[in-house]
Each structure stands twice: as C-alpha cells, then as structure tokens.
C-alpha cells in the first residue's frame, strides 16, 4: 500500500510550515517517540467480553512534534505570560498501528460444534492504520513551573483530529471465499468483507502526564481513545439494521509510553 508515503510528505510539510510560524511568532520545538500496546474494538469478538479485548491487541509506534508556546528558543527566553501560553501546548503527530484480530468470547467456545461456531472460530484478520494528525493538550498545572524543576509531574489532557489511512485483511482457515461463500463464511458476514485499503478521518482523545527527566528531556505516558469515523478500519461491517450489536464504528485504545527531547 503506497498511502503511508504520502502521509509521510503530509507530515514533512506540515513540519516544514510550523518552523515558518516559528520564525514568526518565536515559539520552541519538542520532538519525540512513542510507543506501545494497542488494544482494537472492532467486528470482531463479542462487545463487552474480557477475552476479545485482551486477545485483539497489537503494537503502535509514532514520532510527535510540539510546539512550546511558552518559551522562545532563538532568545532563551520566555514568551509573554499568559493563561494559554502556560497551559497548552499543540501536538503534531505521525503513527502507526496494526492489531491481528479474530473472534473471542462465548460464540467460539470449544463446546459450540454448529458450523456457525467453525466458521466463526476460522476467521483471522488484521488491520495496520497509518495516522497523521494534531492534539491540542492542556496542561492544569503551569508549564513554565514543570520546565524549571527536574523530577516534576505534568499531567494532561487533550483533544485532536486526525486522518487515518487502514489496510485491513481477512480470511478463513477453512479455505478461500470468506464474505462470499456460505461453506466458509458465516451469515453475517455475507458481502460485509473488504479488504481494500482506504482513509477516513478519526477524533483523538487522551489522559497522561510528562516527568520532568533533564533540563532537555521528558518522559510521558498517555492513554488514548481514537474513533474512527468508518466501520470499514477493521475490514468487516455487518449490516447495522440487522446486527445491532456491531452499529457502532471502529475505535481502539492506545497505551503510549513517549520521549521527548527540547530542541533549542
């Protein structure tokens, strides 16, 4: 899938223009990583079932650019105080995440013989979903006082949109034909399979906080609510009317853990 590549320019562009505002307006730069687990609510599984959202787990990486409004690198000074400036902090982001998936929960026990159940139990998916987009978050406690002393806490929160590109995959271990054919695929997922890759925008939310490591350097934790506004993330999409359990769109829970370097 070439999507990826032009997120990539998407993101050195949108780099390249922050720096102008930079020039501008004198605000300073952070860069980091992040990475973690990543757990995908989806078609499928059984909603609310502890084995579905323990086994659809996967892995996400990113790389985050800040803008700091309260400090000016070029002068090494601070920016004018004020409430905004103290307290927020803008969040441009590139990342990656994919999540093997497959059914869990009551439906595929070992004891379900039907060949529902079979066919159920062979499906295997996954999903890898590109993402590049801005957080703005919100610091309770002042930024200027965090910056200064080495093993403070800075919690947060934020909110954010983002555009999503997703490559999904489904099969069966029964053999080929899955969404089309009634000996491999189950009912509900008669013509409700693509595995077509294409994009769709997400809203963003999070809760973490940052520990002041050096002078220079942050460590940050967050965990992360992403909602996709498509139901085809995953591949599979059910007709809503008739499955009312699987009506709502994909989303997945993200737990980063993040370093972050002070550019000067």
Not at 23 to 43: K, R, Y
Not at 97 to 113: A, I, M, P, R
Not at 142 to 149: G, K, N, P, Q
Not at 231 to 237: E, P, R
Request: net charge negative; with cysteine.
């Amino acid at each position: 899938m070439k999507t990826p590549k032009y997120i990539i320019v998407l993101f050195l562009l949108l780099f390249s223009s922050l720096n102008k505002v930079n020039a501008q307006f004198g605000f300073s730069h952070e860069v980091g990583a992040i990475i973690g687990p990543v757990a995908f609510q989806s078609d499928y599984g059984e909603r609310s079932d502890l084995s579905t959202n323990a086994g659809n787990t996967g892995y996400g990486i990113g790389l985050i650019h800040y803008l700091n409004f309260s400090y000016k690198a070029e002068c090494n000074c601070y920016t004018p105080e004020t409430y905004f400036n103290d307290h927020f902090k803008l969040r441009t982001e590139l990342s990656y995440n994919k999540t093997n998936l497959q059914h869990f929960g009551k439906w595929v026990e070992d004891s379900k013989t039907t060949l529902s159940a079979q066919q159920l139990r062979a499906m295997r998916g996954s999903t890898s979903v590109t993402n590049i987009g801005m957080q703005l978050e919100f610091f309770p406690y002042s930024i200027r006082d965090f910056t200064a002393t080495i093993g403070a806490w800075a919690p947060f929160i934020s909110l954010g949109g983002q555009f999503s590109f997703y490559n999904p995959e489904a099969y069966s271990e029964l053999g080929p034909g899955l969404g089309s054919l009634p000996t491999v695929t189950h009912p509900k997922y008669i013509n409700a399979i693509r595995n077509d890759g294409s994009s769709t925008w997400s809203v963003v939310s999070s809760v973490g906080t940052r520990y002041k490591l050096t002078e220079l350097s942050d460590l940050m934790v967050d965990l992360r609510w992403q909602y996709y506004f498509s139901n085809w993330v995953d591949g599979l999409n059910p007709d809503p009317t008739i499955y009312t359990e699987n009506k709502a769109n994909d989303w997945n829970v993200w737990l980063n853990f993040g370093y972050i370097y002070y550019l000067q």
